[in-house]
């Protein structure tokens, strides 16, 4: 039997309806509209689907959709403020840290929530941190560069 879903996305309060056994990455694709979270894998291991929830990055397919009852969520649809671009994706779109599109979402909310706790990581923590997604155009080097770059943009203001 469906249930309905009382969240807040992007600092947005949203309701949905979805099936109790339905992942949160479809009930965001296909209840909220939000399609910049993609499915890679449907099993945790590919970072596409990756978000913030209450503070934490998550992989949205391993999170029952009913799961996010009074939860805060963090998509890359909330990254930029209006036509105004994070300083992440700023830095992807000049470091070419991007190709087909798939992982980039996965990518860029991964390096947010890195650059949260950490403002100035080094290139090990940055690939440990990104180390839960995957990218089979790019290569991972441009990626880790433009989150180095991020990082030193958002220190600075």
Request: hydrophobic share 40%.
């Amino acid at each position: 039997m469906a249930q309905l879903v009382s969240t807040k996305i992007n600092n947005d309060p949203i309701q949905f309806v979805c099936e109790p056994q339905e992942p949160l990455l479809d009930a965001l694709r296909d209840r909220v509209g939000l399609t910049g979270v993609k499915e890679g894998c449907g099993t945790g291991d590919c970072g596409a689907c990756s978000i913030i929830l209450d503070g934490t990055l998550v992989c949205s397919c391993l999170v029952l959709g009913v799961e996010a009852e009074g939860r805060a969520i963090e998509t890359v649809e909330g990254m930029a403020d209006g036509a105004t671009l994070h300083p992440l994706q700023t830095k992807f779109l000049e470091h070419a840290a991007l190709q087909c599109g798939i992982c980039t979402p996965g990518f860029l909310i991964a390096a947010k929530a890195l650059l949260k706790n950490n403002p100035a990581p080094t290139e090990e923590e940055i690939r440990y941190a990104l180390a839960g997604n995957l990218c089979r155009c790019t290569g991972y080097d441009k990626i880790v560069r433009a989150v180095q770059d991020a990082a030193k943009v958002m220190r600075k203001g």
